[in-house]
């Protein structure tokens, strides 16, 4: 079993920073790779980033694609999801999740573990 606790998230305006993080416990979070995803109100779940399990390769969805990072600390157990120049459309509840999967994983059905999210509002 695994769990995935994300925190960081918030109230920020247009243009300002948020990061986000996300502990893991359970498995051995250093042999998977990890993702971040995100879904707004009436909106499906849509992916932001994703990170192998070394941190050596990542992959991010054209609209986040040079303003978010995502990174880990496998020491820590913990994934990062840096967000700068941040506008009013990534507002959405944020969540991490870890894949069984190899390779670098983009879609819902190939994450097996989630965390329960953090929102984020972005303020025009």
């Known amino acids: 079993q695994v769990q995935l606790v994300e925190s960081g998230g918030g109230l920020v305006q247009a243009g300002g920073s948020l990061r986000l993080s996300c502990a893991a416990s359970?498995?051995?979070?250093?042999?998977?790779?990890m993702g971040w995803f995100r879904q707004a109100p009436g909106k499906e779940r849509e992916f932001v980033a994703a990170?192998?399990?070394?941190?050596?390769?990542?992959y991010y969805a054209d609209s986040v694609k040079g303003r978010f990072t995502i990174s880990r600390d496998n020491a820590k157990n913990t994934v990062y999801l840096q967000m700068n120049s941040l506008k009013p459309e990534d507002t959405a509840v944020y969540y991490c999740?870890?894949?069984?999967?190899?390779?670098?994983?983009?879609?819902?059905?190939?994450?097996?573990?989630w965390g329960q999210g953090t929102q984020v509002t972005v303020s025009s």
């Open positions: 999740a870890l894949s069984l999967s190899g390779g670098m994983p983009y879609r819902t059905w190939e994450y097996n573990y």
């Open positions: 359970g498995r051995t979070f250093r042999s998977y790779a």
């Open positions: 990170i192998s399990s070394s941190g050596s390769s990542t």
